[in-house]
């Protein structure tokens, strides 16, 4: 199985600031990695699928990065709707396995 | 617009049985796979289930495998999951989702069904 380790757990910033989300894989995964917000309450939604390839309607702010097993998620400027959960996921390999999470929480 | 509503969630006692329905409308259900996803309270994600978009292959997590089955009715646009031999770690929301493969990305999620495992 592969396990993905996400940095930091919790990352704590103001409006406007630049994000930066790490996802580390116990093993390479190629390019094949998704990235996923989960708000409280509310089901994850689709941000970056391949690495790199912003999902439809996720804006501009939102990038991806990286290939075999270390991954960035960068947010350019933090939108008050930004802060949420992040979640990587790797599609490499069967189990599907998810990260554990980044908090990113208003400083 | 694509929808997905799960149903069947639900208090059961350990050993006991549930099936969880997914709804599914807004695309043509045929041409996707289709997974489960679950969340333990205030937990992380953890892949459960798919299944590919014709039906015939499913995969489950280690888990959940010989006590859950996915399966779905491609007439109905509905995906299932029952779970048999349910245990207090089982107890979470269950999420379905439009996926783009058997063994690929999450492209849609649904709202969650809560099942709690507990006497």
């Known amino acids: 199985e592969i396990v993905l380790t996400q940095s930091p757990a919790t990352l704590s910033l103001s409006p406007g600031e630049r994000a930066t989300l790490s996802c580390r894989a116990s093993?390479?995964?190629?390019?094949?990695l998704a990235w996923y917000q989960q708000k409280p309450g509310q089901a994850p939604r689709l941000l970056i699928y391949d690495a790199s390839n912003r999902a439809t309607g996720i804006p501009a702010r939102f990038s991806g990065s990286g290939s075999g097993a270390d991954f960035t998620l960068t947010i350019s400027s933090l939108e008050p709707e930004d802060f949420a959960v992040y979640y990587c996921q790797q599609h490499s390999n069967r189990p599907l396995t998810f990260g554990g999470g980044t908090k990113v929480e208003i400083k | 617009e694509v929808q997905l509503v799960e149903s069947g969630g639900d208090l059961v006692q350990p050993g006991g049985s549930l099936r969880l329905s997914c709804a599914a409308s807004g695309f043509t259900f045929t041409n996707y796979a289709m997974s489960w996803v679950r969340q333990a309270p205030g937990k992380g994600l953890e892949w459960v289930s798919s299944?590919?978009?014709?039906?015939?292959?499913?995969y489950v997590a280690d888990s959940v495998k010989g006590r859950f089955t996915i399966s779905r009715v491609n007439s109905r646009d509905t995906v299932y999951l029952q779970m048999n031999s349910l245990r207090g770690e089982d107890t979470a929301i269950y999420y379905c989702?439009?996926?783009?493969?058997?063994?690929?990305?999450?492209?849609?999620w649904g709202q969650g069904t809560l099942v709690t495992v507990s006497s």
């Open positions: 299944i590919n978009a014709g039906g015939g292959s499913t």
């Open positions: 989702a439009k996926a783009i493969s058997s063994s690929g990305y999450n492209l849609y």
């Open positions: 093993q390479s995964v190629s390019s094949y």
